[in-house]
């Protein structure tokens, strides 16, 4: 009786292998992920404080919001670094959001060729 197995541990190794850059990719890419989410995030941020500094009324104590000039400034901001999003204000805060598109590298190799990341951070003058 003769047992015909070649051919067999090649599949377990491609399979072993598959795996592997799967956990590698989920590594790296995962970090690329995170990075870019605080990038991200940092950004919306720093636009945000720069346009909620946009005030009138702080001599009488209730600072405001100047819309129009928070929403330039934080685009203004936006555009300096690089970064797209949208900026929305009113007269008590200003929210800055930021989207981006991380391309995977190790995770293309298995289907995945990118991923979005959100960044969304608001700011309000304060009042003391």
Known sequence: MHNDDRG???AFI???VMT???CAGLAVDGGRL????????DRAENA??????AVTGIRLGVPTVEEHRAVR????YLRSVGASGSV???????????REQVDMTLLDLVGVD???VRGRRCARPITE
């Open 14 to 16: 491609v399979g072993l």
């Open 34 to 41: 995170v990075t870019a989410k605080v990038r991200a995030s």
């Open 20 to 22: 592997f850059i799967a």
């Open 48 to 53: 945000a404080r720069l346009g909620a500094q």
């Open 73 to 76: 400034i934080a685009g203004d």
């Open 8 to 10: 067999s541990v090649t």
């Open 114 to 116: 990118s991923r979005p």
């Open 88 to 98: 929305d204000a009113n007269r008590f805060e200003v929210c800055v959001t930021i």
